[in-house]
């Protein structure tokens, strides 16, 4: 007897743990649909739901609504990848380039900087400018960066942020 409550009261705990991240995930839709956050929350559900074996085989109601809010946050979700933060842009950002030879990614805003970021999206330095920013690009064999902004100037940077001047 001591067994079957027992059973009970972990299914009812994880059908309720479940129900408790729909509703989050739902709430987050409703607040901006645009948002990734909603199809993260919506994907944390489906992984929690995947691994209780009482809310996937005896609830259905539950699998509905996981499905229905990742179905609306995957279509209503405009925006991937995000570098954020304390450390983002504070203007539109312009342009982007990925290192081809692996490690750095550059962003171009503006907000008159260029900002390189490592692959885990922390900060790596500032490269500030005269103008907005319109363009970045990595040099495809050296460790450059060219910049071209508003003030009608093209620069040369290395990975650290310093001017490249020739002579």
């Known amino acids: ?21 729909l509703s989050q995930a739902q709430a987050q839709f409703g607040d901006n ?4 956050d909603s199809l993260v929350s919506a994907l944390k559900v489906e992984e929690r739901r995947k691994r209780s074996i009482w809310v996937t085989r005896f609830d259905p109601k539950v ?25 983002s842009h504070k203007n539109y950002v312009q342009s982007v380039s990925f290192n081809p030879r692996g490690g750095l990614i550059a962003t171009a805003s503006f907000d008159k900087t260029v900002k390189l970021w490592d692959l885990q999206g922390h900060l790596k330095y500032t490269i500030p400018h005269d103008a907005e920013v319109t363009q970045v690009v990595f040099h495809p064999t050296q460790n450059l960066i060219m910049t071209g902004s508003l003030d009608k100037t093209v620069r040369l940077w290395d990975f650290e942020g310093k001017p490249i001047v020739h002579q």
Do not use: K
């Open 63 to 87: 699998e509905t609504g996981v499905r229905q809010v990742l179905q609306q946050a995957s279509y209503w979700v405009r925006e991937t990848n995000r570098l954020e933060g304390n450390d």
């Open 33 to 36: 649909r645009s948002s990734l």
């Open 1 to 21: 007897m001591f067994a079957i409550l027992a059973g009970l009261f972990w299914r009812n705990a994880e059908v309720g743990e479940v129900n408790a991240l």
